[in-house]
């Protein structure tokens, strides 16, 4: 399957929602900036929708579950470690 996506970072759900059959997700990226409060350098993080995804309910349902997964495999403490 050839990609022709470009690939974006996203760090938030910023909207959500069902409507006839179709659901919409909104994702958006920090971008820091950078300004000068009371006359020191601060960096604040000021969110931006950068990608909009629209899918049937059978696409979510399986995004769930591989999410599931994924969540699950990561977050299991190690297995202790065997003595030599």
Same mark, same amino acid.
Do not use: H, W
């Given at each position: ?38 006359? #020191?350098?601060?960096?604040? !993080? =000021? *969110? @931006? ?23 699950? #495999?990561?977050?299991?403490? !190690? =297995? *202790? @470690?065997?003595?030599?």
């Amino acid at each position: 399957m050839e990609n022709i996506s470009e690939v974006t970072f996203v760090t938030d759900l910023e909207v959500s929602g069902f409507l006839n059959g179709v659901l919409n997700m909104a994702f958006s990226t920090a971008q820091f900036v950078p300004q000068i409060v009371e006359g #020191e350098m601060m960096v604040s !993080a =000021a *969110p @931006k929708i950068t990608v909009n995804l629209r899918f049937d309910l059978r696409l979510a349902q399986i995004l769930r579950d591989r999410l599931d997964e994924i969540i699950d #495999e990561n977050t299991k403490p !190690a =297995a *202790p @470690k065997a003595a030599n």
